[in-house]
């Protein structure tokens, strides 16, 4: 746990260099890493969680401030994304949270917070 966030929501650390965000200790095991924009900053990381290898989590900087605002999760790891969550403030917690409640691979539900 995070700041009271099961690491599985948690965005984790954002906005390193390319080669730090694959040799640096992360929150989970990196997959792979990405600079969307070319500003020398990850804005993309992709996490395995269960060390099977390969990808359950996604974290995405999308306003390109280095800090991760978008997280998708296969969070019943049958390789399919059930949970997409997204902090439209910058506070660190998700506002947005769509899932898959059914496990059809169609998202299903959306929240909001009141705030």
Do not use: C, W
């Not at 009271?4 to 929150?27: C, H, R, S, W």
């Amino acid at each position: 746990m995070s700041d009271g966030i099961p690491d599985q929501y948690a965005m984790g650390e954002m906005g390193m260099n390319p080669p730090d965000a694959l040799y640096k200790d992360q929150i989970h095991d990196v997959v792979a890493a990405a600079d969307r924009d070319g500003d020398q900053r990850i804005d993309v990381m992709a996490y395995d969680r269960d060390g099977d290898g390969v990808s359950d989590k996604f974290v995405l900087d999308t306003d390109g401030d280095g800090k991760g605002d978008t997280v998708a999760l296969d969070r019943d790891f049958d390789g399919r994304v059930d949970f997409i969550g997204h902090d439209r403030d910058g506070d660190g917690f998700l506002d947005v949270v769509a899932t898959d409640t059914d496990g059809d691979g169609t998202m299903d539900t959306v929240r909001e917070s009141a705030g």
